[in-house]
């Protein structure tokens, strides 16, 4: 019992090493109050849903609850950006920065209250891409609040509205190429 209530107290890793140790290493922290995993494909190219993922600053113009984003330095790997999720400030960090491949980010919600590590894992698959998204969370008394199946609805939504946009630009593109080519006719 004692153990139980001192781990709902727990904040997990501090933030340097969960950015250091874990999200560069891949990993999350499987020690943290809520974890989730969710994997989709997409039916667009790896470099269609990358080109969604890696604009940072072009979130909420396809996440609904994603809006003030602030990227003081660019996006590079250990640069800082800002974020809304909601209600929620998060003060993230990218870690991995690898095209087509994978972005993965740390950040720290409530002042330090919870800290996440967030990954976004891309695969070619012929004309189509699947993406995993899987996320850890941790903080004081966050399993109270938050639990593994929100964080999984997260990441579903998250994913279907990636899915949206990155097919969307898909089916454009052909229309955009016949009307180029109409004209030049």
């Not at 004692?2 to 020690?31: M, Q, V, W």
């Not at 609040?145 to 052909?174: C, G, H, I, N, T």
């Amino acid at each position: 019992m004692l153990t139980k209530l001192l781990r709902l107290f727990s904040s997990g890793p501090n933030i340097e090493d969960l950015h250091d140790f874990y999200a560069k290493r891949g990993r999350l922290d499987e020690h943290a109050h809520v974890r989730a995993t969710y994997r989709v494909r997409i039916d667009a190219p790896v470099d269609v849903v990358w080109g969604h993922l890696a604009d940072i600053a072009r979130w909420p113009d396809w996440s609904a609850g994603i809006t003030d984003v602030q990227l003081p330095h660019g996006v590079a790997v250990d640069r800082p950006f800002h974020w809304r999720n909601g209600i929620h400030r998060i003060d993230s960090r990218i870690a991995v920065l690898a095209p087509e491949q994978e972005i993965s980010w740390t950040g720290v919600c409530g002042g330090f209250l919870a800290k996440a590590v967030h990954r976004q894992l891309l695969v070619a698959d012929g004309d189509g891409t699947w993406v995993t998204a899987e996320e850890s969370m941790s903080g004081p008394l966050l399993p109270l609040y938050y639990s593994d199946a929100k964080l999984r609805d997260s990441l579903v939504s998250w994913m279907a509205e990636l899915q949206r946009v990155a097919e969307a630009a898909r089916s454009a593109a052909p229309r955009a190429h016949a009307a180029a080519t109409q004209d030049q006719l």
